[in-house]
């Protein structure tokens, strides 16, 4: 008897231990479904890390990946020389991205942080990657035109930006990426409210 209950306890322990391990795993996957703006963690395919390669070819300083997955293109960047950031909020994730990146050799030039988007400032970036959903769009649209300086470049992989007019544009279908310089942005901005104002008056 006693050695059958020292088996069901034995039974009780691994099974319990393998639950809560289970569920240290899975909540960072699941937790961003629960959130008001679902951002699910999707691997940027090799097209749309290319594409964004393409939209840097001509730019230099800081880079930002928001919502960084596994660290693809913070990776790719960092190959490219640039020192590359990367906010993602599953600490997972961003364990995983700290080994590839020092796997791959570019850990001194990479750096991941465990953080919510909404509370970073993006301010000292000077290109920005986004891997967003329609309905983050509009909010994010909005936080960057009052964070980044004038010569910022946003690229945005999946889903475009709901008022920006991009300034290049490349592939199809889940792998168009576009490109939007911010100074030009606001150019139009700026002109679209002169338009309204004549129109008024």
């Known amino acids: 008897g006693s050695r059958r209950r020292r088996w069901g306890l034995l039974v009780t322990a691994g099974v319990g231990g393998t639950l809560v391990?289970?569920?240290a795993v899975v909540t960072p996957f699941v937790t961003p479904a629960l959130r008001k703006v679902c951002l699910p963690f999707v691997p940027a395919t090799s097209?749309?890390?290319q594409s964004v390669l393409k939209m840097l070819e001509?730019?230099?300083g800081s880079l930002v990946d928001i919502g960084s997955g596994d660290g693809r293109i913070v990776i790719a960047a960092a190959k490219r020389g640039f020192k590359a950031v990367g906010y993602e909020l599953n600490p997972w994730l961003v364990w995983y991205s700290r080994y590839?990146?020092?796997r791959d050799g570019v850990h001194q030039n990479t750096k991941?942080?465990?953080s919510d988007l909404w509370k970073v400032s993006f301010s000292h970036y000077t290109n920005v990657v986004v891997f967003g959903v329609p309905q983050m769009m509009p909010q994010l649209e909005k936080k960057?035109?009052?964070?980044l300086e004038c010569n910022a470049r946003i690229i945005a992989c999946r889903f475009p930006f709901p008022?920006?007019?991009p300034d290049h544009?490349?592939?199809?279908?889940?792998?168009?990426?576009?490109a939007y310089d911010l100074k030009h942005s606001r150019g139009r901005e700026t002109k679209s409210l002169e338009i309204t104002a004549e129109t008024q008056s």
Do not use: N, P
Request: hydrophobic share 40%; glycine share 6%; aromatic share 18%.
């Open 58 to 60: 001509t730019r230099s």
């Open 47 to 49: 097209t749309q890390i």
């Open 112 to 114: 991941f942080y465990i």
């Open 100 to 102: 590839r990146a020092w």
């Open 163 to 165: 008022c920006w007019i």
């Open 169 to 178: 544009t490349t592939g199809e279908g889940i792998d168009t990426v576009w």
């Open 21 to 23: 391990a289970l569920y």
């Open 144 to 147: 960057l035109e009052e964070e």
